[in-house]
């Protein structure tokens, strides 16, 4: 089957509809285990240093995947992704223009998913069976995030790696729905872990390898991840429209605050770490972020894909320190 790229989540019944394979560049640039070196490949053909290594990192892997369709989020994500769709077409691939708009009007996002839609060849009926399909998987997800957060059964890790890879089901559906199951019944005979403190995780998902096990090997685990989250489609929702203008993460600060708010208090959180990648626009929300939640907010930044360093985990440790003297 034809593989399609996309940059960040996308309406992904439509291509599931036309009967390609969705894939996910960030996941398909971290997972490889040479993120690294797909960002040093990205900066020898001209890319500047001081630009997000997720762009540089997607830039090198949809070159080495060999995939030569992507559909490039051009509002609602990074602001580079202009630029990278043009340098991708100097490369032989065709990138196709999504956007979620600003003002969430469910008239214009109906408008772009229709453009998608017509750019596939598919029509809505074949669309909400692919999102029948998908919802199926989407719901096995959302147990394992009840499963993290309500009966500690789930690392933070897990939480994160099954969410994640909902952002394209690992470019094989039937084969993660597969591992999905298997997970779901070695878990439900585990004891419940303990840990010392329940930790929110906003932001992006991390460049930094390894942060879940350090946070876990301090006592506090990871209850909530707030962007993964969000790829899972955690509202079940039956219109596809409706779906993504719940989806957070494309919209203004202030709506992934009234969400990330009431989960907060729902999964009985005693600290947030916000991770902000460098280079990222979104690195002035944590202002924001900062002001408005009740909670003691750690932020972390990332540039490359590493291992946690030294300056890091003292920051960590100093900062679980404080959170339990305080709690």
């Known amino acids: 089957m034809k593989r399609v790229g996309f940059t960040t989540t996308i309406p992904i019944e439509i291509i ?40 540089k990192g997607i830039y090198a892997a949809a070159l080495e995947s060999g995939i030569k369709e992507i559909v490039a989020v051009t509002e609602g994500d990074c602001s580079n992704t202009r630029a990278l769709m043009e340098v991708l077409s100097l490369r032989g691939i065709t990138a196709i223009p999504f956007a979620f708009p600003g003002d969430r009007s469910p008239e214009s996002l109906r408008l772009e998913i229709e453009k998608l839609m017509e750019h596939f060849g598919v029509g809505w009926e074949a669309v909400n069976r692919s999102r029948q399909r998908l919802e199926r998987i989407r719901l096995k997800v959302r147990e394992i995030d009840r499963l993290t957060w309500q009966e500690n059964l789930v690392t933070g890790e897990e939480n994160h790696y099954y969410q994640v890879a909902t952002s394209d089901m690992n470019g094989n559906i039937d084969g993660f729905e597969a591992e999905l199951d298997e997970f779901l019944d070695k878990i439900r005979i585990r004891k419940p872990l303990r840990d010392r403190l329940r930790l929110a995780y906003i932001g992006v998902p991390p460049i930094i390898e390894g942060l879940y096990p350090f946070l876990e090997s301090k006592g506090a685990r990871v209850v909530f991840n707030e962007t993964q989250r969000q790829f899972s489609m955690p509202y079940g929702i039956s219109d596809l429209v409706e779906q993504y203008r719940s989806y957070t993460y494309p919209y203004d600060i202030f709506t992934r605050l009234a969400d990330i ?45 590493a291992s946690v360093d030294a300056r890091t985990g003292i920051r960590i440790e100093s900062f679980l320190e404080m959170v339990e003297e305080n709690s």
């Open 261 to 305: 708010a009431i989960e907060l208090e729902k999964r009985r959180v005693d600290a947030v770490v916000h991770y902000v990648q460098s280079f990222c626009f979104r690195q002035i929300e944590d202002m924001v972020i900062r002001q408005t939640l009740r909670l003691p907010v750690l932020t972390l930044e990332g540039d490359k894909p």
């Open 16 to 55: 599931v509809a036309a009967g390609k394979l969705p894939v996910d560049l960030n996941n398909l640039f971290i997972t490889g285990g040479r993120g690294g070196q797909l960002i040093e490949m990205a900066e020898l053909e001209g890319f500047p240093r001081n630009i997000c290594g997720w762009i």
